[in-house]
């Protein structure tokens, strides 16, 4: 048997894993503790730590020490502006880092404080998940696709792996959140067409994915089992959370007007803000059906109790601009496919936010009403279910790859042929970026191009590597530098040194430079430079990660033994109370008492020994 | 390593990139370009290799997965494609070197320094 590759959507506010089972012969999400989706939120108490629901459902008691929205941090460095603007606002205190000016997250943890990486955090949601797998296969989990936004770089998919690792994930590959969702999209449509007995001939498709914090659009061309990725774009930081600030910041108007000495409080209170916030995402999603919800918290702060109603209209008037910029990226990525209005055969929507009506209605119009919106893949768990379908394609590798999923036309594989999503290349004299790999360039690929030297008897080049679009190195992302030495000696401008980038199906990218005369040779693996995990930093975690491991599993198996004793003393009450014998009376009170007033900090041994006393006494047995 | 090594050496020197590369003849509609550059691609993705085959060929089908990939930028544009009709040659393609993002001309600056203002 093939061993499984699960796949999982990392997603900034929720994560899904899905993955092929050999039983059904079906790629399938998988249901966690916390649902079909799981809040990427973790939670730190004396005790240990929650994963998920337990943890965003806690939070309100617990808000400096709950962590969510790291992926918006992820791979960033602590002085990136995007950190410090994130830092701002989250409840939980992010520092920078000693070794390499990365972001650690300060939580009290089992009362000890711990300072942890954005990647400690995701491997926890990570290993959730991958146990939620290894539950519902009945085996051990290696392995993983593990998406990440279309518009993520270097570091941020290194750091995304990395997480993978710590959470003990071989992470196969890394692919794009829109990309995964054609995929699931693509076999959706197949069968669809084999069912209708209606053929297939090219389609191109744009998936339009707006979550909980990222956007990313992309055009994909699908043709007998070929999924060509033609352009991608996006926004790493445009999503469903952005248009929650924006109603906090009208609803904190709303306070100042009214009370100033209330506004100040709210300001200054973490859980204050965080149950707001609640109140603030359930109200967008009821307007996504109705035309206006309130916003309601009992006692938000003192005796003050906030109401407000919001309707629709206003919600589209604050979010304008945040609407716009999504339509405006459609259309640049359409340019950049060489793709017409015309040519589109499917728009495919995905994330929970494509569900507002508006955006809808703007996508529909852009399309001149021309083709529906498809609505038939699950926004939810697409993203998780193409991963999966990836997942299944490499491990069963080599020739006829993914042809089961293809369902009756089993004579066609399944292949993913994905770009860069940023262009590659190096810095020349006067910082100007000398780009090597274009963006949108199929991937694995090789370029070489031949540059020379700016000074006589210059023998060494430093080669710098950087991606992104400016024509100013500073203004893209450096990834990393080497030297060649042994250059010729010439004059300035005389000497060839060939400079090579091969970038793998997995984008990582190795560099090298030769000169054409000496032969001197020079290369370099291309990794993010600063803040990058070195392999003792992963062992170390991935210890600490297995060390705990133990007692948050004993942890649970506390809680879950608690709760199957309440509901053991429970049925034994209605026993009781019909035979009414005054010693099991006293027992019942003296068992009840001491679960709701000592069990807390009791340890397992010692809520057993309470189980016992129930056994014994009316004969029903707790687990 | 210009465009025209990456081919040959994959395919040999030379080679033509309608019927060796792509598999297709020279007056091939955009639609049988496509469906012929998906083909080779089932066949020379490293995700579709078998996990048999040796280091040599792996790196043998690496080379002509990117011979593919470049025959199929080249003829799936309209200008490029014609201009390897007329030539038969494939030529460097510095063409982003010629004019930057910024629509300056590097060589412009290139003389600019080497005759500097007087």
Redesign the interface.
Not at chain 2, 46 to 52: N, V, Y
């Given at each position: 048997m093939t061993e499984p590759i699960i796949g999982i959507d990392l997603g900034t506010t929720y994560s899904c894993v899905a993955c092929y089972d050999t039983k059904t012969q079906k790629v399938e999400v998988i249901e966690s503790p916390s649902g079909r989706t799981m809040p990427s939120w973790v939670s730190f108490t004396p005790e240990g730590k929650l994963v998920g629901m337990a943890a965003k459902s806690q939070v309100a008691s617990n808000p400096l020490n709950t962590v969510y929205d790291v992926k918006r941090i992820i791979g960033r460095s602590f002085n990136d502006p995007v950190t410090a603007e994130e830092a701002k606002s989250f409840p939980f205190r992010v520092v920078e880092g000693s070794a390499h000016g990365e972001p650690k997250i300060i939580v009290d943890w089992r009362g000890e404080t711990k300072e942890l990486r954005p990647e400690e955090i995701s491997a926890m949601v990570l290993a959730e998940l991958k146990l939620a797998a290894e539950r519902h296969l009945g085996q051990p989990v290696k392995s993983a696709v593990i998406t990440v936004p279309a518009h993520f770089n270097n570091q941020q998919r290194q750091a995304t792996k990395d997480a993978g690792r710590i959470a003990g994930l071989d992470v196969k590959r890394i692919i794009n959140e829109p990309t995964a969702a054609a995929l699931s999209y693509g076999l959706h449509a197949k069968k669809e067409n084999e069912a209708n007995g209606t053929t297939q001939g090219k389609t191109n498709v744009v998936i339009f994915d707006l979550g909980g914090g990222t956007f990313d659009v992309s055009v994909l061309a699908m043709d007998s089992g070929v999924f060509e990725v033609k352009a991608t774009g996006g926004d790493t930081h445009l999503g469903g959370e952005d248009f929650d600030n924006a109603i906090m910041d009208w609803c904190m108007e709303h306070i100042k007007t009214k009370d100033a000495s209330v506004y100040k409080q709210v300001k200054e209170s973490a859980r204050a803000q965080s149950r707001l916030r609640r109140a603030v995402e359930n109200c967008k999603r009821v307007l996504s059906s109705s035309m206006s919800a309130e916003i309601e918290v009992d006692s938000l702060v003192g005796n003050f109790d906030f109401v407000v109603t919001l309707d629709r209209s206003k919600f589209e008037e604050l979010n304008a601009n945040l609407f716009k910029r999504c339509i405006d990226t459609v259309k640049e990525v359409m340019s950049d496919a060489a793709c017409k209005i015309e040519d589109v055969s499917d728009i495919v929507l995905v994330g929970g936010s494509t569900r507002i009506p508006c955006l809808q209605t703007a996508l529909y119009d852009m399309f001149n009403g021309r083709i529906e919106l498809c609505k038939s893949v699950h926004p939810d768990e697409a993203v998780a279910h193409g991963a999966a379908v990836q997942g299944h394609i490499l491990a069963t590798g080599g020739s006829g790859g993914g042809r089961d999923l293809a369902g009756a036309e089993a004579m066609t594989d399944l292949l993913l042929l994905d770009v860069t999503p940023l262009s590659l290349g190096i810095e020349l004299e006067g910082k100007q970026m000398s780009t090597l790999i274009k963006r949108n360039t199929p991937i694995p690929c090789k370029k070489t191009r031949t540059y020379t030297t700016v000074d006589d008897w210059q023998t060494e080049i430093d080669v710098v590597v950087y991606e992104g679009e400016r024509a100013h190195v500073d203004a893209n992302n450096k990834l990393g530098s080497f030297v060649i030495s042994g250059v010729q000696r010439a004059r300035a401008g005389e000497p060839k040194v060939d400079v090579t980038f091969a970038l793998d199906a997995n984008g990582i990218l190795n560099v090298s430079a030769r000169d054409q005369v000496t032969n001197a040779e020079a290369r370099a693996q291309i990794k993010a430079e600063k803040g990058r995990l070195t392999a003792e930093d992963i062992d170390k975690m991935i210890a600490d990660a297995e060390q705990y491991r133990a007692k948050d599993d004993e942890l649970n198996e506390k809680i879950d033994y608690k709760s199957a004793l309440e509901e053991a003393l429970f049925t034994v009450q209605s026993k009781v109370s019909e035979t009414n014998k005054p010693n099991e009376v006293k027992e019942l009170a003296d068992l009840m008492d001491w679960l709701e007033l000592d069990s807390e900090s009791a340890s397992l041994e010692e809520m057993k020994k309470r189980g016992r006393v129930i056994e014994d006494t009316w004969g029903f047995i707790v687990a | 390593?210009?465009s025209a090594?990456?081919v040959s050496e994959a395919y040999g020197e030379g080679a033509c990139l309608y019927e060796t590369v792509l598999g297709v003849s020279r007056d091939a509609s955009a639609?049988e370009l496509?469906?012929a550059y998906?083909?080779k691609?089932?066949t020379y993705?490293?995700?579709?290799?078998?996990?048999?085959l040796s280091n040599d060929d792996k790196e043998l089908a690496?080379k002509k997965?990117?011979a593919i990939?470049l025959a199929y930028a080249i003829l799936s544009d309209d200008e490029k494609r014609k201009e390897y009709d007329e030539s038969g040659e494939l030529y460097g393609d510095?063409d982003?070197?010629a004019t930057?993002?910024?629509g300056e001309n590097?060589w412009t600056?290139y003389f600019n320094n080497l005759f500097p203002k007087v």
């Open positions: - | 390593m210009s090594t990456i639609s496509r469906k998906y083909k691609c089932l993705h490293p995700d579709k290799l078998s996990t048999e690496k997965f990117q990939s510095d982003d070197f930057s993002k910024d590097p600056e």
